[in-house]
Nanobody, 125 residues
Framework: VQLVESGGGLVQPGGSLTLSCAAS????????ITWFRQVPGKEREAVSC???????AYVDSIKGRATISRDNSGKSVSLQMTSLRPEDAAIYYC????????????????????WGQGTQVTVSS
């Protein structure tokens, strides 16, 4: 299983960014993919998840400002974020787990088996 994030960078407050997660090595269309973020000194938190059937979920702090989508043929998941705030700055990771039946339930980091290397998002003027 391999997950590779891309798309991070520096963006001004109020700006937009689209993160991508390229997947390989597993039956991508069956598994949910979850985006997490982490800042130094804080726990990694789930930001958004999309299940194999396309059902999506968002953390309250980003709801209405983000859209998650998946391309099963291209084996990738995108997270489009708008109206970015300084508090959105973090390293963003995509992750999945061995139990496909979990879908977007129980999005605790310890429940995930496979992680990408992360991509840095900086929100600053």
């Amino acid at each position: 299983v391999q997950l590779v994030e891309s798309g991070g960078g520096l963006v001004q407050p109020g700006g937009s960014l689209t993160l991508s997660c390229a997947a390989s090595g597993f039956a991508f269309q069956v598994y949910a993919i979850t985006w997490f973020r982490q800042v130094p000194g804080k726990e990694r938190e789930a930001v958004s998840c999309i299940s194999g059937d396309g059902t999506s979920a968002y953390v309250d702090s980003i709801k209405g400002r983000a859209t998650i989508s998946r391309d099963n043929s291209g084996k990738s998941v995108s997270l489009q974020m708008t109206s970015l705030r300084p508090e959105d700055a973090a390293i963003y990771y995509c992750a999945t787990r061995g139990d496909a039946a979990m879908g977007c339930r129980q999005l605790n980091p310890e429940n995930f088996d496979y992680w990408g290397q992360g991509t840095q998002v900086t929100v600053s003027s």
